[in-house]
């Protein structure tokens, strides 16, 4: 008995270690190593129990292998024939006992958090529903209880459970914020998936399609904003606030209205849900999900500079994806720009 | 000519085996430009719909036309050996089976250069390999390819299991079967049952692609899902399909290098059993994301863990058949003693996938593409290595050389190690599986570089064992019958490579491990059970070649019936399924022939036999 205890605080020890090892990967807004919220964590609990299980069975693995490897090597002019065992039914038994309680070990803690995940909150009345819809490539965030709908970054209020409807107005995707949740694939109507998960630390995550969708599959990439309550309050205000902002010259503004709003929405205008929601695109985390915008350019351009580079060929940006090269649609440079400057300008408040 | 018309399971071997290995090439190309692709971010070597195009076919082929060929190869070569047979129970199907699988594997193959080739995945997911999303041919390759080709493998297993059931050498009670016949005998029956399930797939989602139908489309009434659980019923049986046999392999390898009788045989034929067993109801652990519920997914985590156990009796009996041997390591046994640690090591994070929730953070991620590198290449193509070191002399009279195979391995597995297990830690830092190319700063990019380093040197490693190859067979033959000296099983009683007709008399069996028996009695060789005879011989046939050029033709009619051609004659051909027709045609008027025909085969003579 007390061997069996002793052992099993070892295996604890060495799981505690492993966290703290393992922690050290990758960045904390996008490793499944460093959890930030308590989705993730309770995949990575599962995780470091599992991994410390495997590499006690691994190092037993490895230590019998190097034993016989070197004791019983052939020596030179040995010729005695060895003792032919036909088995051992005690240590076969031994070897058949010992990874079925392994597996029970494991097994538990996974039953049980199979069901805590398949918690979803859609009937909370205090957490926010959103509909996430995918799209190839990018990614529809509509709050259907406040009537908002936005893209490529999802804006929640820290700690609060965000309910999610998963779905797919084309191929497959997979919904997968790595450092918050672990993902959930998005089916076409008829098999919706629901899930959901919290971000109790302010900060931007980032936000990954998981299932292979086409070309730019890789550059489905999109962003959770963790606000605190009161800035996600103004964002849902600033989201509904009637007016549509359009370009000043009146010229751009018609181009801007016949060419872009015909499958894009702003504010009021033609909802529309066959290209991204553009209201507010000038505060967004990044241009097509893959464009940083960043003011201080380390890790981007700024938000003007990645207009620019999209809308100059979207094609060369994400191959593969469906809107038209604005020059095929009769728009100059020069209005090509405008309207990047335009749309770098809406910001919201 | 010879080789066109063979029935020989000896010959059928050898023609497994090359063409096994050009698509296994073809797949390590296709692997070499996936990881150039790789090697930093954002790169442009390759456009995202080539990448795309590369990785489903690298799958593809790797899994229906690389390994499952070679390990046909040496199910062909050593199974009659080891049994006492003198060769298949149907060879004109064992031939049939062979032509199938490469028609179907230059079926696949020719849509590099027809329009496109296949780009939804190997496991070409719906709606995604839908005509909507895909719309070149690619995907249409990839149905009527595979479909040929599975048609060969099913042929094949049925085969085997005729073969094993029937023509056991007399005294060969199953219980005295080795390791290698035990495991072919399972993996027969796996094929036997897994097949049908992506017989049935292929054919909804070609008439899905072709005939319009709806099978797989929500607004038509059908349900994507449904794709991913036909395949998945097929494609977990596949996994053991593949590693079964390597797990035959190890446990011949093994034991001869040892010099100890297998340790625990009778647990191996039944860990065996059981994980043939089990594989069958763990499929849903691939669909783990896709919604199912709870219930569904704990029942199929906790089946899926369950299959650790059988595989560790396997792990530990094979440690303890070394222990308290003498252990030599040559070639083959190198790639053993390596398989051993690496499958383990592929072994262990498959049971960490098993787990739902963590699998929710692992899945489609390159933990994942690790994770079945380490079962596949780690342990699959470790254990055809060492297979085909261990009976290479058999197949083909010549020794291998030892010094290039000991640099085959080492560059290898090295090459390997540094290629997948830095790809663990990819994974669980953020990188998806099936990317074409990454943003820089994720701290993706060293791993990625040590990762295509790594795939080189197993390129390497894989030139130098062609080298090998090469330069053995400009020797003359030199193999002794025995030509490890530590045989245990019938197939090193006999000359190598063997006669015609393998056993000039069937040999007694009077235990497990025959030879092994007779040689610590003292005798020289196996006690026959009959006197020398004529023996019958089944004849030389070019029926198979031309039933399966048959339905070559057809696929391709079938697949462009609804083209629009240039002209109007091949549109009228294609259109109106007259290419089809005239494929089928071939395909029935053989298989008319056949039944037709009355072929009693021939007769070698004792006055032959006796070398007069």
């Known amino acids: ?349 | 000519m010879d080789w066109i018309t063979t029935v020989d399971h000896k010959k059928i071997a050898i023609l497994y085996l090359w063409a096994g290995g050009i698509f296994f090439g073809i797949g390590g190309l296709e692997a070499i430009l996936i990881r150039i692709q790789l090697i930093k971010p954002m790169n442009t070597f390759l456009d995202a719909q080539t990448f795309n195009e590369l990785i489903t076919m690298h799958g593809t082929t790797m899994i229906f036309l690389g390994v499952m060929p070679v390990i046909f190869a040496l199910m062909n070569a050593v199974i009659p050996l080891q049994i006492g047979a003198r060769d298949v129970a149907f060879p004109f199907l064992n031939a049939l089976g062979f032509w199938t699988f490469l028609f179907g594997g230059i079926l696949l193959n020719l849509s590099w250069v027809m329009g496109g080739a296949p780009d939804a995945g190997w496991t070409a997911y719906t709606p995604l390999s839908s005509t909507s999303y895909s719309a070149t041919h690619g995907v249409d390759f990839y149905t009527i390819g595979l479909q040929i080709a599975g048609l060969g493998t099913l042929i094949g297993g049925i085969n085997f299991l005729a073969t094993i059931i029937t023509m056991r050498a007399p005294g060969m009670s199953f219980m005295r079967m080795p390791m290698f016949a035990w495991a072919t005998f399972i993996t027969s029956a796996i094929i036997l049952f897994a097949f049908p399930a992506i017989t049935v797939g292929l054919v909804l989602l070609t008439f899905d692609r072709i005939l319009e139908a709806k099978f797989f489309d929500v607004a038509g009434g059908g349900n994507p899902v449904l794709w991913q659980h036909i395949f998945w019923i097929f494609g977990h049986p596949e996994v053991y399909i593949l590693i079964l046999p390597a797990f035959g392999v190890i446990s011949e390898v093994i034991p001869t290098f040892s010099r100890k009788r297998l340790f625990g045989y009778s647990s191996m034929v039944f860990a065996t059993i059981l994980i043939a067993f089990l594989g069958f109801m763990v499929w849903a652990h691939h669909m783990f994301t896709t919604g199912l519920g709870p219930v569904a997914n704990a029942l199929f985590s906790v089946s899926t863990m369950l299959i650790a156990i059988p595989t560790g009796i396997k792990i530990f009996n094979w440690l303890f058949t070394m222990w308290g041997g003498q252990v030599r390591f040559t070639t083959p046994n190198l790639f053993a003693a390596g398989f051993i640690p690496t499958f383990t090591m592929g072994g262990v994070t498959g049971v960490m996938l098993a787990s739902a929730p963590a699998d929710f953070q692992f899945h489609d991620t390159y933990f994942v593409v690790a994770h079945f590198h380490y079962v596949i290449v780690g342990g699959l193509v470790l254990g055809l290595f060492a297979g085909l070191h261990y009976w290479w002399p058999k197949m083909f009279g010549r020794m291998l050389s030892e010094r290039l195979g000991k640099w085959t391995f080492w560059t290898f597995i090295i090459g390997f190690h540094l290629t997948f297990f830095v790809q663990h830690f990819l994974g669980l830092m953020g990188m998806q599986r099936r990317v074409f190319t990454y943003l820089p700063n994720q701290q993706f990019d060293t791993l990625n570089l040590v990762s295509t380093v790594g795939a080189m040197l197993m390129g390497v490693g894989m030139i130098i064992f062609l080298a090998n190859i090469f330069l053995t067979s400009r020797r003359p033959l030199d193999a002794a019958d025995d030509p490890w000296e530590d045989g245990r099983t019938l197939e090193w009683t006999i000359p190598s490579p063997p006669p015609e007709y393998n056993f000039k008399q069937t040999p007694l069996v009077r235990g497990l491990d025959a030879f092994w028996k007779e040689k610590m009695a003292g005798h020289k060789g196996m006690t026959p059970s009959e006197p020398v005879g004529p023996i019958h011989m089944p004849s030389a046939t070019i029926l198979p070649f031309l039933m399966s050029v048959g339905i070559f033709i057809a696929g391709l009619g079938f697949m462009f019936s609804r083209d629009e051609f240039g002209s109007d004659i091949m549109s009228f051909l294609f259109n109106n399924y007259i290419v089809t027709a005239l494929g089928l045609l071939i395909t029935f008027g053989s298989m008319l022939l056949r039944s037709l025909i009355d072929d009693h085969g021939w007769h070698i003579e004792p006055e032959e036999l006796e070398g007069r």
């Open chain 1, 1 to 349: 008995m007390m061997k069996t205890w002793q052992a099993g605080r070892r295996l604890l020890l060495m799981t505690a270690a492993l966290g703290l090892i393992l922690a050290g990967c990758g960045r904390e807004d996008l490793s499944v190593l460093r959890p930030q919220g308590p989705a993730a964590e309770s995949s990575f609990a599962l995780m470091k129990l599992s991994i410390t299980i495997m590499i006690v069975v691994l190092l037993i693995v490895f230590s019998i292998s190097a034993y016989v490897w070197i004791r019983f090597r052939r020596k030179p002019g040995q010729q005695e024939i060895p003792k032919q065992v036909e088995g051992s039914f005690k240590l076969e038994v031994l070897w058949t006992v010992i990874p079925l309680i392994l597996v029970i070990i494991l097994a538990v803690p996974t039953v049980k958090a199979v069901f805590a995940a398949g918690n979803d909150h859609s009937d909370d009345k205090d957490a926010i529903q959103v509909k996430v819809t995918g799209h190839q490539y990018w990614w529809e965030f509509e709050y259907t209880d406040y009537g908002v709908t936005t893209a490529q970054d999802l804006v929640i209020p820290a700690g609060k459970d965000i309910a999610f409807e998963l779905s797919t107005k084309d191929v497959l995707h997979s919904f997968w914020v790595p450092s918050l949740s672990g993902k959930m694939d998005t089916n076409p109507d008829g098999t919706v998936n629901r899930f959901s998960f919290s971000a109790p630390n302010e900060g931007v995550y980032r936000g990954k399609c998981a299932e292979l969708c086409g070309p730019s599959h890789g550059f489905m990439e999109f962003k959770v904003k963790s606000v605190s309550e009161a800035a996600f309050e103004d964002w849902l205000a600033s989201m509904k606030a009637p007016e549509s902002v359009l370009p000043e010259d009146p010229v751009l503004a018609e181009k801007f209205k016949s060419q872009c709003l015909t499958c894009h929405a702003v504010g009021s205008m033609p909802a529309s849900s066959v290209a991204p929601n553009l209201t507010g695109i000038g505060s967004r985390e990044s241009v097509a999900g893959i464009l940083l915008n960043d003011d201080t350019r380390v890790d981007g351009a700024p938000v003007e500079e990645n207009l620019k580079t999209w809308l100059h060929d979207p094609q060369s940006v994400k191959p593969g994806n469906t809107m038209p090269n604005p020059k095929d649609l009769g728009l100059t440079d020069e209005e090509i720009d405008g309207i990047a400057e335009y749309l770098a300008g809406y910001t919201l408040d």
